[in-house]
């Protein structure tokens, strides 16, 4: 017997949204004390309780639970899976970066993607990016340089370095990548399809003659004003809301290591320092990051010989425009955990709701999860089944 009804249930994470301990924001963010329970396995061991009271208070306990999650949730469903096998029976990751700590991937892989998203629409606007981080940093250190950057681009406030601009666009650049959506969308900010196509067409269409700085404010405008109807922009503004747990996760935590590389990046190169890092969490939140703390509490190293030997019903999407897709699982593991991979797909894509504007490939992604949940649902009504007739 497989049973077709089924409830949809969406947990928030605590120190997010509404969800905040100690009774407001201020309070929970008001010092290291506070924050000490913003943790990943804080967060599964709520959802674990609050799965197992509500199927008890509703007399559901053999129903089975299946995770779903995208980007840090897509993490926190495959590593439920594995950590509280007992409290759901499969789970579907999407664009989860379960891989992106210490030196399992490449530390260049996510601004590589970056990069090669824009090189794929035109050289000529990957290369005006890339040599436009060396003409900011050059007019902001000319006599009212900072206000002609200021007034180019139009900051409500004046500019204090060139590097606040470098930072705002390269923000940009990363969150269009992950938002390059066939249709247009407004997960991130409203942006067109194909936003980055838009973004080069922009860059490559200006007249003869026309600075790069123009061009680069012509192109990065899709991101932050696509509407028109922005006046001026504000460097302090966090359009997603997430900026200060998601800061102090990953100084405490979530700690991936970032660079950029001369050769293959349009963005400006560096290398990954640690030391860095931790001067400036200790600065910002009074704590020192744990560099190997995911790996241990969740693995990751080695990660095919243990998932395969140990994980089961787990599905890891991607789509290859996404640049979290680099620390993510792309290839099959075992029967029961799979990777289900799409060359144009971006960030968790697969988890937005569906539209009239879906490709084909799309579609057919989504139809594959489905039929490997039904797989798992079956699979745990026919050993309940057989355990009843015994």
């Known amino acids: ?69 995208g980007s840090y949730g897509g993490m926190l469903a495959a590593w439920m899976r594995l950590k509280y096998p007992h409290i759901a029976i499969g789970a ?60 180019t681009f139009r900051f409500c406030k004046k500019l204090e370095t060139a590097d606040d601009l470098s930072n705002w666009l390269s923000s940009a650049y990363s969150y269009l990548a992950m938002g390059n959506y066939p249709y247009p969308s407004d997960f991130l900010m409203p942006m067109p399809g194909n936003p980055i196509k838009e973004v080069c067409r922009r860059i490559d269409s200006c007249p003869d003659g026309t600075g790069i700085l123009q061009r680069i404010f012509e192109g990065v405008s899709v991101y932050y004003n696509y509407t028109g109807t922005v006046d001026c922009f504000d460097l302090d503004d966090d359009p997603h809301g997430m900026t200060s747990g ?17 050769n293959t990046s349009m963005f400006p190169a560096y290398d990954y320092d640690y030391t860095s890092e931790e001067e400036l969490c200790l600065e910002n939140f009074h704590v020192k990051p ?14 095919k010989s243990v998932l395969k030997t140990f994980g089961s019903n787990i599905i890891f999407s991607n789509g290859l425009l996404d640049p979290w897709s680099g620390g993510s699982v792309l290839e099959d593991i075992s029967d029961t955990i799979v990777a289900l ?28 999860e489905v039929e490997l949940i039904k797989g798992w649902l079956e699979e745990y009504y026919e050993k309940r089944k057989a355990t009843f007739d015994m």
């Open 290 to 303: 744990r560099p190997t703390w995911i790996t241990t509490e969740f693995g990751g190293h080695g990660f």
């Open 92 to 151: 579907l990751a999407s664009s989860a970066p379960v891989l992106q700590f210490e030196d399992i991937v490449p530390p260049e892989i996510f601004y590589d993607i970056v990069s090669n998203d824009f090189r794929r629409e035109s050289v000529d606007c990957f290369n005006t990016i890339k040599k436009s981080w060396n003409v900011i940093a050059s007019e902001g250190e000319k006599n009212d340089g900072l206000l002609r950057l200021t007034r």
């Open 341 to 368: 991979v799409t060359e144009k797909g971006a960030h968790h894509l697969d988890l937005r709701p569906a539209t009239a504007q879906d490709p084909d490939w799309l579609v057919d992604q989504r139809t594959a």
């Open 246 to 262: 998601w800061d102090w996760q990953a100084c405490s935590e979530m700690i991936m290591p970032f660079a950029s590389s001369k």
């Open 1 to 69: 017997m497989f049973v077709t009804r089924f409830e949809v249930l969406g947990l928030q994470h605590r120190y997010y949204g509404e969800s905040m301990p100690y009774g407001s924001r201020e309070e929970a963010y008001k010092n290291v004390t506070t924050l000490a329970h913003l943790t990943a396995e804080q967060a599964l061991a709520d959802y674990a309780v609050l799965i197992t009271e509500l199927k008890r208070n509703l007399s559901a306990q053999a129903c089975p639970v299946v995770l779903f999650g």
